[in-house]
């Protein structure tokens, strides 16, 4: 993330208050409170704006520690920032993988048998990366064997960072959709295709709550000139380029978790929404004052959307692909609460009242919304809880991606020429704060495909290359025009708002299809990312 994790903290008597970089509120004031020793109700965060995140923030981290300590001891503010080599080796990482994959298929492209191993390594007692999740869940085949293994590093510490699990699990399983499509010699959009399923592969009684998989499959394929891909690799030239297409599908678990909200009509009208959501670069303050704009029947000016304070009623935050939805079903809650309060104080039925353009109206009577708080603000608070949703629905997003990239018959180079992402994600909220979400994953995803990789110092346990001139990530030049697009489609079951996130599943999908794409172009298989020249240079085919 471009903004360090910092943080300022105060004291007053045995209470603290942070002012941090952190994306999950509620998480983060109980670590903090069990760090300290103190209940977390003698923590205050606040987190207004957040520079970028990525689950690197999702709670506590050592500066947020080491500021409430200090701040104790000398008895002031103290202010910590995190150097950015301080952030590779101090806070959390996406841990590397060994991962084996194996597919059994009918000569029809059924597949028979997945089996999906992955090892990944963290500090005695850490968390594996659950690289096996799409496995799980994405495709039909009625024999089936995941398994992750931890394997103990004395290394910082590795942890969720954006698509934990879907993002490095699809960069080895769909590899091996596109090698078992060769083999069978079909199409890979087609063997993906045949081999859908309307139900959770590991408990049938399980529907999804909305599946248009095969939908965003056709959409990209159409969309992207798929058809027009020569199968066979090496064979498309321009000039000294090889160019190559590829694809892969993409998931991401979309969980949805209580979300309060409190609202407040002021005699001016205006309305005033607080949540402890966060704002990553996501949109939320947007998506608030949308909803609370919705439901109370006002202009999006007319709506101040206040987050990112733990004081305030709690969500998820921002985190998990769930906070939009979160939220958004939080506020719709209390703005429902509060349109009952409204009718009441204006003498209407609350079922039949109608809010329009900053009116309420009720059979011929219409009176201005603001004529409810006359007599003093009105403040309501409610959250929306979903029970047992998750154990009666698989809740995914799904989407394709397609790449085309062209690379260098002398050199190995490879230029990314063109990408396309075709997402279902429910009711899109806002779709351009949601296609800002999804490219930027499509650009973490060609980092991921091409240039990113720490390097160990085996002897002292740390990360060598712990800048931004050593760790090459993605820059304009390397990214051409990117293309996203939305299913038209809303999720019934998951909440009243039937929206579900979308800001992971831009990158998961992305390298695979990205290295797909490379063998498509040059007929050489890479398995190890990121996919650099070296890897394949002394393979590529002889030009003449």
């Not at 994790?5 to 941090?20: E, G, K, M, N, Q």
């Not at 009441?344 to 009577?365: D, H, K, P, Y």
């Amino acid at each position: 993330m471009m903004e360090p994790h910092a943080t300022i903290a105060a004291w007053d008597a045995d209470r603290v208050t942070c002012w941090t970089s952190i994306q999950q509120m509620n998480w983060g004031t109980r670590d903090l409170g069990l760090i300290l020793g103190i209940s977390r109700e003698n923590v205050r965060l606040i987190s207004t704006f957040i520079g970028g995140g990525f689950g690197g923030k999702g709670t506590v981290q050592s500066d947020l520690v080491l500021a409430a300590v200090a701040a104790k001891v000398v008895r002031r503010p103290v202010k910590i920032a995190l150097q950015r080599p301080i952030m590779f080796n101090n806070t959390i990482h996406r841990p590397k993988t060994i991962q084996r994959v194996r597919l059994g298929a009918t000569r029809d492209g059924k597949l028979t048998a997945l089996g999906h191993e992955s090892l990944s390594g963290n500090l005695a007692g850490g968390r594996t990366e659950p690289t096996t999740l799409s496995t799980r869940m994405l495709y039909a085949g009625k024999n089936r064997m995941t398994r992750v293994r931890l394997a103990t590093l004395d290394l910082a510490e590795g942890n969720a960072m954006r698509a934990p699990g879907e993002a490095p699990g699809l960069m080895a399983l769909e590899i091996a959709m596109d090698e078992m499509a060769e083999k069978l010699g079909m199409d890979p959009v087609e063997l993906r295709i045949l081999n859908d399923t309307k139900v959770d592969p590991e408990n049938p009684d399980r529907p999804f709550s909305s599946r248009p998989f095969v939908e965003c499959l056709r959409t990209g394929a159409e969309r992207f000139g798929w058809s027009a891909r020569n199968a066979q690799p090496g064979q498309v030239r321009e000039g000294h380029w090889f160019i190559g297409l590829g694809m892969a599908s993409a998931i991401r678990g979309a969980p949805i978790a209580r979300a309060g909200a409190r609202v407040r009509l002021g005699r001016n009208g205006l309305l005033t929404v607080e949540t402890d959501m966060t704002d990553i670069g996501t949109g939320s303050y947007t998506i608030v004052q949308q909803t609370a704009a919705e439901m109370m029947g006002v202009s999006i000016d007319r709506v101040v959307a206040r987050l990112g304070d733990s004081s305030f009623p709690e969500t998820p935050g921002s985190g998990g692909q769930q906070g939009a939805a979160s939220v958004t079903a939080g506020v719709y809650a209390a703005c429902t609460k509060l349109r009952q309060v409204v009718a009441e104080r204006l003498g209407f039925v609350a079922s039949e009242a109608e809010f329009v353009a900053g009116e309420v109206r009720f059979g011929n009577r219409s009176v201005s919304l603001a004529r409810a708080a006359a007599d003093g603000d009105i403040v309501v608070e409610d959250s929306m809880e979903f029970g047992d949703l998750s154990r009666q629905f698989a809740i995914q997003t799904f989407g394709a991606h397609f790449a085309e990239v062209a690379v260098n018959a002398f050199t190995g180079e490879i230029r990314v020429r063109r990408m396309l992402a075709v997402c279902a994600a429910g009711r899109i909220l806002n779709p351009k704060t949601a296609r800002s979400q999804v490219i930027g994953g499509m650009t973490m995803g060609v980092g991921a495909a091409l240039m990113e990789e720490m390097t160990i110092d085996r002897r002292q346990g740390f990360f060598v290359n712990h800048d931004l001139a050593g760790y090459e990530v993605p820059v304009h030049a390397d990214i051409p025009h990117l293309d996203a697009v939305f299913i038209d489609e809303v999720d019934p079951a998951i909440s009243p708002v039937k929206a579900k996130g979308v800001g992971e599943l831009g990158l998961t999908g992305v390298a695979p299809a990205l290295a797909n794409a490379i063998y498509n172009a040059t007929g050489v298989r890479v398995r190890q990312y990121p996919v650099t020249l070296d890897k394949f240079l002394d393979r590529l085919p002889v030009v003449t």
